[in-house]
């Protein structure tokens, strides 16, 4: 196996071996441009390092190989005492991970060398700087000397010589100073800073492999779904330097506005510096323009140079460079990183000007960075220490005042902007929630309660942040030792689950003309279908607007939280007789059949699922706590409330132990068929009037919880016996699928017999994983998962990412099983994973037909299905 390769012999696409920095420092030096010479260490030794922990003998002698060649093709040797070689030791991973992983400068100066740079170089001063500056930072990144002594030294110097910055230091200060460092280094080592070169370059590679492993790296690679077993690259570069002077400098640059795609140059420099002082904050960067009056022709060089990289390589390119008196070389370039508004921009440019083609620029935007374009955002830069932080359950900023019940943000909602912050919430507040500018809840998960609804709702919310403490009775909460009282402002942050004091300014999402001809090639390469869940005309325009193709889930329950509605489905519920059933349940017919009809004429043309009734009865009814407290009181001052007495007799004799897997969904339709009959002639009765008026509306019926193909074959009769009912009535066709939820793990072993009663299943993967997993999700997130996901137990939140292990193996079963038993079942899913790009990726591959998700959401999920199929397209194209 080879280990090490010169710049001159990898190529551009070997950044699975090379790393991104090596593969395109290759690309560099076959384009011929100005690239100091150097190798790369490949991928495959970190990883060797990593498995056996040590480096392969083999790889240290071609190292040393390289190093030779390195040495006379610069003419210079490494720890030469008159003209002395220097190199750079670099990470390089495939996915730029920039700041992760570890750097090391000026190696290969010792006592000796270093009176050989000053001497070649003619500046002494330069030279015993670089040499400070190696063993601070060998020191710290090879030898883990704390950084801050070697700073510490370096700031109690200047005081005491007076000096502003590190440049007022002259050469005797900066050779104290490297004596002092000396023995900061031997003082925690308890070893000499080493003056053999070899050494220092094993040490540094070491140290650049084991970085792979530092906290920073992994959690950039968690955030980022960055695979562990890829390992880093390691470049060995011939040192150029920028601080020899006026004419020298170096810099960072894009070849466009990383921030707003557009196409201009962007970046800073120094003249005088090395690179690390860029980013360093020692001294103010200039504009990348200002270069063009200083070193006018180096700057046109290098604008030539960057933009030709950018046509070469068809992306924006992020490059550095050093000048060295007068001379412009290139240190690295490497796909740039970007916000998503730039993101589309470029890429649809990119495809505009014919570097790349429309599929491609599809590929080169994440589908999860489009939440940056679809919500409002904090202004960057506001200073604002946050209050307390939570899961980031919805996008988008959010400032109001704080209201603690549903009630009042209901009440207040109308005439102000108010903030819902309650320990949790319950599909009873809805009210409240469909009132404030957003929602913050002390408890839930990511596909709790208030996410759900606040995504579906385009609001964002932030959950689960347990360190506040709500007093209702005060209406306050604290945060610590800080008290929010009812009425002071605050503002969220739903993309990081931040809560800020006051408000805090945002900005307005920029949805352009570029991300809808994006969209436009997105919906062209995509085999799944996408739709939204949307319980209102309104949300259903608004999914339309962003594309969505239909609607996978209309919850019925939430229509029922009406002020004017919940007496009459707490009289279904509660009826001591059929006369009082009957009249409560025409009531909501009505109510319901409305509902419906502005549903799916918002959706004309394309289905809307509609789910029956799913959630337990004793959620529409009042708390059984609060009813027993009531009755209590009454009974100690002795007074009459039988209807108290009454109701709490009812709501007691209703109450489970586990509601979530108890009287509900398909049991309660099948124990009290009148609801299910209500509701299939409102969703009936609505689109037979939709049909007389001209339309063409496309309701299906979903039946959920099913767990046996008897529960549908007997719910699938009485919904068709109504529907045959209105048929008669109205003359209208009523040409309308019945279909269930898989979201019980029995259903998936058994789908191929349920599928025989089933038009379509569409899978609720909220549930399914719920009770796959054996996890109650609100307790869940809150609790265990982050420990979890820090430490290795679980790969990614199962509620947010679908764990296709387990989960995903049950989905692969029903698919299979279901249309092996009716060829024409039609398959989606409409659980939280529906707008989660990775789960997106696997329900193309199992052969569903949509995916359903948040209207906001849609334009992800669209874009996401797209890059799904995109390798099926390339393989069908070639």
Not at 112 to 135: E, P, T
Not at 532 to 552: L, M
């Given at each position: 196996?080879?280990?090490v390769?010169?710049f001159?012999?990898?190529?551009?696409?070997?950044k699975?071996l090379?790393?991104?920095?090596?593969?395109?420092?290759?690309?560099?030096t076959r384009?011929?441009?100005?690239?100091?010479?150097g190798f790369?260490?490949t991928t495959?030794g970190?990883r060797?390092?990593?498995?056996?922990?040590?480096v392969?003998?083999?790889?240290w002698d071609?190292?040393?190989d390289q190093l030779?060649?390195?040495?006379?093709?610069?003419?210079?040797?490494?720890?030469?005492s008159?003209?002395?070689?220097?190199?750079?030791?670099r990470s390089g991973?495939k996915?730029?991970?920039?700041g992760m992983?570890?750097?090391?400068l000026?190696?290969?100066?010792?006592?000796?060398?270093?009176?050989?740079?000053?001497?070649?170089s003619?500046?002494?001063?330069?030279?015993?700087?670089?040499?400070?500056r190696?063993i601070?930072?060998?020191?710290?990144?090879?030898?883990?000397?704390p950084?801050?002594?070697?700073?510490?030294?370096l700031?109690?110097?200047?005081d005491?010589r007076?000096?502003?910055?590190?440049?007022?230091?002259?050469?005797h200060?900066?050779?104290?100073?490297v004596?002092?460092?000396k023995?900061?280094y031997?003082?925690?080592?308890?070893?000499?800073f080493?003056q053999?070169?070899?050494?220092?370059?094993?040490?540094?590679?070491?140290a650049?492999?084991?970085?792979?492993?530092?906290?920073?790296?992994?959690?950039?690679?968690?955030l980022?779904?960055?695979p562990d077993?890829?390992?880093?690259?390691?470049?060995?570069?011939a040192?150029?330097?920028?601080?020899?002077?006026?004419d020298?400098?170096?810099?960072?640059?894009?070849?466009?506005?990383?921030?707003?795609?557009?196409?201009?140059?962007?970046?800073?420099?120094?003249?005088?510096?090395?690179?690390?002082?860029?980013?360093a904050?020692?001294r103010?960067?200039?504009?990348?323009?200002?270069?063009?009056?200083?070193?006018?022709?180096?700057?046109r060089?290098?604008?030539d140079t960057?933009?030709?990289?950018?046509?070469?390589?068809?992306?924006?390119?992020?490059?550095e460079?050093?000048v060295?008196r007068g001379?412009?070389?290139m240190?690295?370039?490497?796909?740039?990183?970007?916000?998503?508004?730039?993101a589309?921009?470029?890429?649809?440019?990119?495809?505009r000007?014919?570097?790349?083609?429309?599929?491609?620029a599809?590929?080169?935007?994440?589908?999860?960075?489009l939440?940056?374009?679809?919500h409002p955002?904090?202004?960057t830069?506001?200073?604002?220490?946050a209050?307390?932080?939570?899961?980031p359950?919805s996008?988008?900023?959010?400032t109001?005042?704080?209201?603690f019940?549903?009630?009042?943000a209901?009440e207040?909602?109308?005439?102000?902007?108010?903030?819902?912050?309650?320990?949790?919430t319950?599909?009873?507040?809805?009210?409240g929630?469909?009132a404030?500018?957003?929602?913050?809840?002390?408890r839930?998960?990511m596909?709790?309660?208030?996410a759900?609804?606040?995504?579906?709702m385009?609001?964002p919310?932030?959950?689960?942040?347990?360190?506040?403490?709500?007093d209702?009775r005060?209406?306050?909460?604290?945060?610590?030792d800080?008290?929010?009282?009812r009425g002071?402002?605050?503002?969220l942050?739903?993309?990081s689950?931040?809560?800020?004091?006051?408000?805090v300014?945002t900005?307005?999402?920029?949805?352009?003309?570029?991300?809808?001809?994006?969209?436009?090639?997105?919906?062209d390469?995509?085999?799944?279908?996408?739709?939204?869940?949307?319980?209102?005309?309104?949300?259903?325009r608004?999914?339309?607007e962003?594309?969505?193709?239909?609607?996978?889930?209309?919850?019925?329950e939430?229509?029922f939280?009406?002020?004017?509605?919940?007496?009459?489905?707490?009289?279904?519920?509660?009826?001591?007789?059929?006369?009082?059933?009957?009249?409560?349940?025409?009531?909501?017919?009505?109510a319901?059949?409305?509902?419906?009809k502005?549903?799916?004429e918002?959706?004309?043309?394309?289905?809307?699922?509609?789910?029956?009734?799913?959630?337990?009865?004793?959620?529409f009814l009042?708390?059984?706590?609060?009813l027993?407290v009531?009755v209590?009181?009454?009974?100690?001052r002795?007074?009459?409330?039988?209807?108290?007495?009454?109701?709490?007799?009812?709501?007691?004799?209703?109450?489970?132990?586990?509601?979530?897997?108890?009287?509900?969904?398909i049991?309660?339709?099948?124990t009290?068929?009148n609801i299910?009959?209500?509701q299939a002639r409102?969703?009936?009765?609505?689109?037979?009037?939709l049909?007389?008026?001209?339309k063409?509306?496309?309701?299906?019926i979903?039946?959920?919880?099913?767990?046996?193909?008897?529960?549908?074959?007997?719910?699938?009769?009485?919904v068709?016996?109504?529907?045959?009912e209105?048929?008669?009535?109205?003359?209208?066709?009523?040409?309308?699928?019945?279909?269930?939820m898989?979201e019980?793990?029995?259903?998936?072993?058994?789908a191929g017999?349920?599928?025989?009663?089933?038009?379509?299943f569409?899978?609720?993967?909220?549930d399914?994983?719920?009770?796959?997993?054996?996890?109650?999700?609100?307790?869940?997130?809150?609790?265990?998962?982050?420990h979890?996901?820090?430490?290795g137990?679980?790969?990614?939140?199962?509620?947010?990412?679908?764990?296709?292990?387990?989960?995903?193996a049950l989905?692969?079963?029903?698919?299979?099983?279901?249309?092996?038993?009716?060829?024409?079942?039609?398959l989606?899913i409409c659980?939280?994973?529906?707008?989660?790009?990775?789960s997106v990726t696997?329900?193309?591959?199992?052969?569903?037909?949509?995916?359903?998700?948040?209207?906001?959401?849609?334009?992800?999920?669209?874009?996401a299905?797209?890059?799904?199929?995109?390798?099926?397209?390339?393989?069908t194209?070639?």
């Amino acid at each position: 196996m080879k280990y090490v390769y010169f710049f001159d012999e990898g190529k551009a696409e070997w950044k699975d071996l090379l790393g991104g920095k090596g593969a395109n420092l290759c690309e560099m030096t076959r384009l011929g441009l100005p690239v100091p010479p150097g190798f790369t260490i490949t991928t495959d030794g970190c990883r060797a390092y990593s498995a056996f922990g040590e480096v392969p003998a083999t790889l240290w002698d071609e190292v040393k190989d390289q190093l030779a060649r390195l040495e006379r093709e610069s003419g210079k040797r490494l720890g030469d005492s008159h003209d002395p070689l220097l190199v750079s030791v670099r990470s390089g991973a495939k996915f730029s991970m920039p700041g992760m992983m570890d750097t090391i400068l000026n190696l290969g100066l010792n006592d000796q060398a270093v009176q050989g740079l000053a001497q070649q170089s003619g500046n002494a001063r330069f030279a015993w700087d670089a040499y400070r500056r190696l063993i601070q930072m060998y020191g710290d990144v090879v030898m883990n000397v704390p950084k801050h002594d070697f700073e510490e030294a370096l700031e109690d110097l200047k005081d005491e010589r007076g000096a502003q910055s590190d440049v007022d230091l002259g050469e005797h200060d900066l050779q104290e100073l490297v004596t002092t460092y000396k023995s900061l280094y031997r003082d925690s080592t308890g070893e000499d800073f080493p003056q053999d070169p070899w050494v220092q370059l094993q040490g540094a590679v070491v140290a650049v492999f084991k970085s792979w492993g530092n906290r920073r790296a992994v959690t950039y690679r968690r955030l980022n779904n960055i695979p562990d077993d890829l390992g880093t690259a390691v470049n060995v570069q011939a040192m150029v330097f920028g601080n020899l002077g006026s004419d020298s400098g170096t810099g960072v640059g894009f070849t466009r506005n990383p921030s707003t795609g557009e196409r201009e140059p962007f970046g800073e420099f120094l003249l005088n510096a090395q690179g690390e002082d860029v980013v360093a904050g020692i001294r103010t960067p200039q504009p990348l323009a200002a270069l063009a009056e200083q070193l006018p022709d180096v700057h046109r060089q290098l604008i030539d140079t960057a933009q030709g990289l950018e046509t070469h390589l068809r992306d924006m390119q992020d490059f550095e460079f050093t000048v060295e008196r007068g001379k412009l070389f290139m240190l690295q370039t490497r796909n740039g990183k970007r916000t998503a508004p730039a993101a589309v921009r470029i890429a649809v440019e990119f495809a505009r000007e014919g570097l790349i083609t429309p599929q491609e620029a599809v590929g080169r935007v994440e589908p999860a960075a489009l939440d940056q374009l679809l919500h409002p955002r904090l202004s960057t830069g506001h200073g604002i220490t946050a209050l307390t932080k939570g899961l980031p359950a919805s996008p988008g900023a959010a400032t109001g005042e704080v209201v603690f019940t549903a009630d009042e943000a209901a009440e207040l909602g109308a005439s102000r902007d108010v903030i819902l912050v309650t320990t949790e919430t319950s599909p009873e507040d809805i009210h409240g929630l469909a009132a404030a500018r957003g929602i913050l809840t002390a408890r839930g998960g990511m596909t709790s309660h208030a996410a759900v609804v606040a995504r579906g709702m385009g609001k964002p919310a932030v959950v689960g942040a347990e360190s506040i403490r709500i007093d209702r009775r005060e209406g306050s909460m604290t945060i610590g030792d800080r008290t929010v009282q009812r009425g002071d402002i605050i503002t969220l942050d739903g993309a990081s689950g931040e809560v800020f004091p006051g408000a805090v300014p945002t900005e307005a999402p920029d949805v352009s003309g570029g991300l809808m001809e994006l969209l436009v090639w997105a919906a062209d390469m995509a085999k799944l279908g996408v739709r939204a869940n949307a319980d209102t005309p309104e949300d259903a325009r608004r999914a339309r607007e962003f594309g969505a193709v239909g609607i996978g889930l209309c919850r019925t329950e939430h229509m029922f939280f009406g002020e004017d509605r919940l007496k009459w489905v707490r009289q279904m519920i509660l009826a001591k007789n059929e006369d009082e059933e009957s009249e409560a349940l025409t009531h909501l017919r009505a109510a319901q059949r409305e509902d419906f009809k502005g549903i799916f004429e918002a959706m004309d043309g394309l289905p809307v699922t509609v789910r029956l009734l799913d959630p337990p009865l004793h959620e529409f009814l009042p708390s059984l706590e609060e009813l027993a407290v009531k009755v209590a009181v009454s009974e100690a001052r002795s007074e009459t409330d039988d209807e108290s007495r009454a109701l709490l007799s009812r709501v007691r004799a209703m109450h489970e132990s586990n509601p979530m897997m108890g009287l509900r969904g398909i049991r309660l339709g099948l124990t009290r068929p009148n609801i299910t009959r209500m509701q299939a002639r409102a969703i009936a009765e609505a689109a037979a009037e939709l049909e007389r008026e001209g339309k063409s509306p496309r309701p299906e019926i979903m039946i959920p919880l099913v767990g046996t193909p008897e529960e549908l074959a007997q719910a699938r009769a009485q919904v068709e016996v109504v529907l045959e009912e209105v048929r008669g009535e109205t003359g209208a066709r009523l040409d309308i699928l019945i279909g269930t939820m898989i979201e019980i793990p029995r259903a998936c072993v058994v789908a191929g017999d349920i599928a025989r009663h089933a038009d379509f299943f569409s899978f609720g993967t909220n549930d399914l994983t719920q009770m796959t997993f054996g996890y109650s999700r609100d307790d869940a997130q809150g609790k265990f998962i982050p420990h979890y996901l820090e430490h290795g137990i679980l790969k990614a939140d199962p509620f947010a990412t679908l764990d296709q292990e387990g989960v995903g193996a049950l989905v692969r079963m029903a698919v299979q099983a279901g249309r092996a038993a009716n060829p024409n079942l039609k398959l989606g899913i409409c659980g939280e994973h529906g707008g989660d790009p990775a789960s997106v990726t696997f329900f193309h591959e199992v052969g569903l037909d949509y995916v359903s998700c948040s209207p906001f959401r849609v334009p992800i999920a669209r874009l996401a299905a797209a890059q799904a199929n995109a390798g099926e397209l390339q393989h069908t194209t070639r």
